[in-house]
């Protein structure tokens, strides 16, 4: 590996980076609505993946319907699982609610490979070329996508929160679920629409690496291979998960690099957000932007 990779291996790690950071949203639109860790986030890509695969190989979609399809299937996926599974749980501890999320991962993995069994499989084609000039680098058309994808994503969820009615009702219940309640939200009804909203989200997510590695079990990792981006942000900042996705998705990859040009330690790709994860746990455990919540007694 030379330095002339250097390049495109940082734009690679933009483009992964602001995937991570829409995942990283996922995980942070659920916590700053419900004080939940979704810990089966990993799962829900998962299950996007899976369900547009379905409707592109079995009902022979074009792409667009079959994405189409897949977001409108997670908005109700989404809805179910709060609604059956986690309103039940609203005011027992919280970490009945954290292994509620451990044990919906389990099921959902186990689910996945019985229905479409442990090996993984390919996206039909969907683009007409292999690779587009971006540059003068030569990038997959997917990776645009993703970007494309990534930016729409993080302007319509600023969009949301600074303007709409209920995006501001979900920062209401964010900051105090009782003073919201007594202005007339229906906290119910912000819990839904934040898993509905993460689902959908984690649904394109999981669609994109679909496309670009296929559909497997393993893409169910990316929802522990975000949650340094998570951290690094602050657990409840939406600009947070941005920052710390793009951060994460650059480390990445100069770790890749610096690994096979100097240190020669091997798997510094995977491994190198955990090390960042440990050290911002250790020198500021609230993130980068995340609120630091003082308790006094």
């Known amino acids: 590996m030379s330095e002339s990779l250097l390049l495109p291996l940082l734009l690679n790690g933009l483009i992964v980076g602001a995937l991570y950071g829409v995942i990283a949203m996922s995980f942070v639109l659920i916590f700053k ?6 810990f089966a986030q990993g799962e829900f890509l998962l299950v996007g993946a899976w369900v547009c695969w379905y409707f ?4 022979q979609l074009p792409f667009v319907l079959g994405f189409l399809f897949t ?15 986690l309103r039940p749980l609203i005011g027992e501890p919280i970490i009945s609610v954290i292994m509620a999320t451990i044990g919906l991962g389990i099921f959902f993995q186990a689910l996945m490979k019985w229905m479409f069994g442990v090996f993984a499989q390919p996206f039909p084609p969907i683009f007409p070329v292999e690779r587009v ?6 990038v997959q058309p997917v990776y645009l996508l993703s970007l494309v994808m990534s930016g729409f994503i993080m302007a319509a969820f600023g969009w949301f929160f600074a303007k709409s009615k209920y995006g501001l009702a979900m920062r209401a219940t964010a900051f105090d679920q009782q003073v919201a309640q007594s202005l007339g939200i229906s906290i119910s009804k912000v819990f839904a629409m934040a898993w509905a909203i993460a689902a ?38 939406i600009l947070g998960a941005i920052i710390g996705g793009l951060v994460i998705g650059v480390l990445e990859n100069l770790a890749q690099y610096l690994d096979a ?7 510094m790709y995977a491994i190198a957000p955990f090390y960042v994860l440990i050290i911002v746990l250790l020198i500021k455990p609230y993130g980068l932007f995340g609120t630091k919540n003082i308790e006094r007694v």
């Open 33 to 38: 609505a419900s004080q939940v860790v979704n």
């Open 56 to 59: 592109l190989t079995t009902w």
């Open 71 to 85: 977001l409108v299937f997670m908005t109700v996926f989404g809805i179910i699982i709060q609604v059956v599974v």
């Open 133 to 138: 000039n971006l540059l003068g680098l030569e």
């Open 200 to 237: 959908v989200v984690s649904g394109v997510a999981g669609v994109i690496v679909g496309v670009v590695n296929g559909v497997s079990s393993a893409l169910s990792f990316y929802g522990i291979k975000v949650f340094p981006a998570v951290i690094l942000g602050g657990l409840d900042s």
């Open 261 to 267: 040009e100097y240190l020669k330690i091997g798997n």
